[in-house]
């Protein structure tokens, strides 16, 4: 794969592909083998078919026009009911082989409730609906471990250096925690860097968060950008996974083994 940025790669094709990615990192981070092991593991397939609402939001989010193409909307069934139970099955049964993900009546409502709502938010509106790239995928050389690495922005801007990235959170007042829980600081400093690789400037990297927790009947929705001291801890630990990495590769030796501790409160 050569350095740049290609508009028509696939999720699967981009996962499955060339170069180490942001959660690549991550599981360097835990421990380096976790990246090998991922690689050969076997995956069940069945759990890969469960609704994610998080890529689904996504969807509807960033490629509307794409939406009927991967999702389907069931009809509302009475579950009370015998016949509704029936009715149901039914459904599922005649959309097996359609290779899209079944969404049911509520899910629906509520997802369509959580886009309303991100598009009532004039920051967030204005930036899913300028004009922009969605789900490209960067690809670059990092300079000092020669290690091809990619990303694959949710969305950035033509008129001017901005990437965004949409999440959904299970609770808005816990959004600072899952920056430190999902290494979204770390997210922030990849994805400045490939865009810097290719185009020679750093972007504005901000979040746009759509909780799916009721708040006086409405799904907040906030758009950040992190703070200059975390932007740099992001960057201190993106370096550091990523020159593991590069060790652990060139030297394939991934190591496993670690330390573990019984809970705090039987060591008293």
């Not at 794409?66 to 389907?72: A, P, Q, V």
């Not at 690495?149 to 808005?172: G, H, N, Q, S, T």
Request: charged share 30%; hydrophobic share 35%.
């Amino acid at each position: 794969m050569e350095p740049g940025i290609y508009h028509d790669i696939s999720n699967e094709e981009y996962h499955s592909g060339a170069g180490v990615s942001k959660s690549q990192l991550d599981d360097v981070a835990v421990n380096p083998a976790i990246f090998p092991w991922k690689k050969t593991a076997p995956v069940d397939d069945e759990k890969l078919k469960a609704l994610d609402m998080g890529t689904a939001l996504h969807c509807l989010l960033l490629e509307p026009d794409e939406f009927s193409k991967r999702f389907i909307k069931a009809p509302e069934f009475n579950r009370r009911t015998t016949d509704g139970k029936e009715r149901e099955k039914q459904f599922l049964k005649d959309c097996e082989d359609t290779g899209k993900t079944v969404m049911d009546f509520e899910q629906h409502r509520k997802l369509s409730l959580m886009q309303g709502s991100a598009m009532a938010y004039p920051p967030a509106r204005w930036l899913l609906e300028a004009d922009g790239y969605t789900e490209s995928s960067f690809y670059w050389q990092d300079d000092e471990t020669g290690e091809l690495c990619r990303c694959r922005p949710d969305k950035y801007l033509k008129a001017r250096p901005v990437i965004a990235d949409v999440k959904k959170v299970a609770d808005m007042d816990r959004f600072a925690r899952h920056i430190e829980e999902f290494r979204y600081h770390v997210q922030d400093a990849m994805y400045r860097d490939g865009f810097y690789q290719t185009f020679n400037e750093y972007p504005l990297f901000v979040f746009i968060a759509v909780s799916e927790t009721i708040d006086c009947g409405r799904y907040p929705v906030r758009v950040f950008e992190l703070d200059t001291e975390d932007v740099a801890e992001g960057h201190r630990l993106y370096r550091r996974d990523l020159n593991t990495f590069h060790e652990c590769r060139t030297s394939n030796v991934w190591g496993g083994i670690e330390k573990i501790q019984r809970p705090a409160w039987a060591r008293k």
